[in-house]
């Protein structure tokens, strides 16, 4: 079994949807902190729960947090699995960000985001919310990733171009005006797409996405 089945049996047996091994290498430093390959996993969120967010309602533990948490978990999981295997791997979980120093608490940021990595994996594109759009899940999806040496077959896309056309219904539902409405291209910053700090992660916009219902309805 090659080291590539190895991960991917080990995290779709725990839960994950989508496994890619992606080329970083090309990445400034500051960004892949000398790593030239990255694992870039995630979990979709269930349709039941973007019913309940679509419709303004909320019980029980929060299945967001929860799966965060738990790909959290994963990431590492696999990077003390490479670890053992003898390659060096760097966790991008939220917890090894602010213990290591590499989540920037004042501006709400990291060097390198899951969704830039997706982006580098043909995963989807960035719509106006900066969220992570898929044509499988809309933005229905949680993830991490793993920064390591492993020599690993890897893929490398140019980031796809928004498929978001003309539509607003996320700047419209959002309850705060964090979302500015700019289309995503190649060099546009965060801050010109979503102010976070005014953005309450009421999940909205994640839900309401026209992609993201049509995997729900798909997937009833």
Not at 45 to 59: C, F, R
Not at 69 to 74: A, I, N, R, Y
Not at 130 to 138: E, K, M, R, V
Request: net charge negative; with cysteine; hydrophobic share 35%.
């Amino acid at each position: 079994m090659t080291l590539e089945a190895e991960l991917e049996y080990e995290l779709q047996s725990r839960g994950a949807d989508f496994v890619f091994f992606t080329d970083i290498s090309h990445l400034p430093e500051k960004q892949n902190r000398h790593y030239p390959r990255a694992i870039l996993f995630g979990i979709a969120l269930s349709t039941e729960y973007i019913q309940l967010i679509s419709g303004g309602n909320q019980i029980g533990e929060d299945e967001f947090h929860v799966t965060e948490s738990k790909t959290d978990q994963l990431a590492d999981s696999i990077s003390g699995y490479l670890s053992i295997k003898g390659y060096s791997a760097y966790s991008q979980s939220e917890n090894n960000l602010f213990s290591s120093g590499y989540y920037n608490e004042s501006t709400k940021s990291s060097a390198l985001p899951h969704k830039t990595i997706a982006g580098l994996a043909g995963l989807g594109w960035i719509g106006k919310h900066n969220l992570l759009i898929s044509a499988d899940f809309g933005s229905a999806i949680s993830m991490c990733s793993v920064l390591t040496d492993a020599p690993l077959k890897t893929v490398l896309h140019t980031p796809a171009n928004p498929e978001c056309g003309d539509c607003t219904i996320c700047i419209d539902i959002c309850p705060v005006n964090a979302i500015k409405g700019t289309p995503w291209k190649m060099g546009t910053l965060r801050d010109e797409l979503l102010d976070v700090f005014r953005c309450t992660s009421c999940l909205k916009c994640l839900a309401l996405c026209p992609w993201t219902q049509k995997y729900a309805k798909q997937n009833k």
